[in-house]
């Protein structure tokens, strides 16, 4: 038995939806990484309140959410944080630029792994400094993708002048939830070639069939020091547009030259998404154990569906996050397989060139939705290829 109903459709557009408006209403979007669930009763109840207060002045960070962050981080990962070390913001786009502003001098460089979320490789260039690639190792077999960590060529992107190495895990768009090894490799690269690690552990709470996540900071205190781990209640709860989100900095010189980086530029979060991260981190259990149930049904589901009715497709097998990254270059497609999809199948998905090095003749899908959308698209994206053949 459960309790909420993931199933049940809601009417977006119209409801300033940046994913419902892009496109006509004969489209169906499955592109940016909102999902399409209303957020948990308990965070509507605390909005409600709060609004039915009906004072809206300048707000801040209360003790109660700052301990609930520490608690939170500390029952998931025995990791211990004091609410002094976190730093909030009201996006982690603005905490990916903050971190290139506070690290890197003029004419240094950044490391990313590609493909990889777009604003890793716009934030660098926005601060006027250079971007070092090392991209991910892709292993295709029938319908899957396998990726892995090349730490000769991550090593080997390193240049003399990189001084920091944007980590995005959970993998946006290759779905990876990278593993202790894999992270314990990256940290002693990182140490010895004295990078800050700016980890974006957005995701954190949107895990596939993986028992947990693992902060990167959390591998040893002096690991710890070198890192900025960016985290929000906003994916997984569903509240990305109320913008709450923080850095976890706890050496004391890089949280300085973060906090200076972001002085006068970045605003306080607005206060409803601090209300909405307390009643996220508190109040919500059981909700973000269905939804996970219900998002690895759907990743199950189109997994399945790819493999017998899409099989010129091949695709990752997220472990994380509710994004699958769609193979297209076998299909037959001359040209991009966004357009394609866009135009034919009148289902709207992330162009994966923009994601960088090894984004060409990608997609990226969001099954963050109902299964009944999910099917549609599927479908209508079947229709579509099956007319090419
Ligand atoms: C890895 C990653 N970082 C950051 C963001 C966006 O964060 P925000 O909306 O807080 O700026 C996203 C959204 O898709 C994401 O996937």
């Known amino acids: 038995m459960t309790t909420y109903d993931f199933d049940q459709p809601y009417e977006r557009r119209g409801t300033d939806s940046e994913k419902w408006a892009a496109y006509g209403n004969d489209v169906l979007p499955l592109w940016v990484a909102d999902m399409d669930f209303p957020a948990p009763p308990a965070i509507l109840q605390a909005l409600h309140k709060r609004v039915a207060h009906g004072i809206f002045g300048y707000g801040g960070v209360t003790a109660e959410l700052s301990e609930a962050i520490c608690n939170r981080l500390w029952e998931h990962y025995q990791w211990k944080v004091t609410p002094d070390q976190i730093v909030f913001q009201p996006g982690l786009v603005s905490a990916l630029n903050v971190s290139c502003r506070a690290v890197c001098p003029p004419g240094t460089g950044v490391l990313v792994q590609t493909p990889v979320y777009p604003p890793f490789l716009s934030a660098p260039v926005n601060q006027g400094l250079q971007l070092n690639f090392a991209e991910l190792t892709v292993k295709r077999s029938s319908h899957k993708l396998q990726y892995s960590i090349d ?34 490799n990256i940290a002693d690269i990182c140490t010895r070639h004295d990078l800050i690690i700016c980890a974006d552990e957005i995701h954190c709470d949107i895990l596939l069939d993986q028992p947990r996540h693992l902060p990167i900071a959390t591998l040893s205190p002096e690991i710890a020091k070198r890192c900025i781990t960016l985290m929000a209640p906003s994916k997984t709860f569903n509240i990305a547009g109320l913008y709450c989100g923080f850095a976890i900095i706890q050496d004391p010189s890089l949280r300085k ?38 998002l690895n049904g759907n990743r199950d589901f189109l997994v399945d569906y790819i493999q017998e009715h899409l099989p010129a497709l091949r695709t990752t097998i997220p472990e994380g996050t509710f994004l699958a990254w769609l193979d297209c270059s076998a299909t037959g497609i001359t040209g991009n397989p966004y357009e394609f999809f866009l135009r034919q199948a009148k289902v709207a998905l992330n162009d994966g060139q923009r994601f960088g090095q090894g984004g060409k003749d990608f997609v990226r899908l969001n099954f963050g939705c109902s299964r009944a959308t999910l099917t549609q698209a599927l479908k209508q994206m079947k229709v579509a290829l099956d007319l090419l053949n």
């Open 151 to 184: 730490f000769n060529a991550f090593e080997a992107a390193i240049q003399p002048n990189t001084r920091l190495f944007m980590l995005c895990n959970p993998h946006n768009p290759v779905g990876r939830c990278f593993s202790r090894e894999e992270l314990t």
């Open 257 to 294: 030259r973060y906090q200076q980086a972001a002085n006068g530029i970045v605003p306080q979060v607005n206060l409803l998404g601090l209300t909405a991260a307390l009643a996220a981190y508190t109040q919500c259990e059981t909700w973000h154990k269905e939804l996970l149930t219900y």
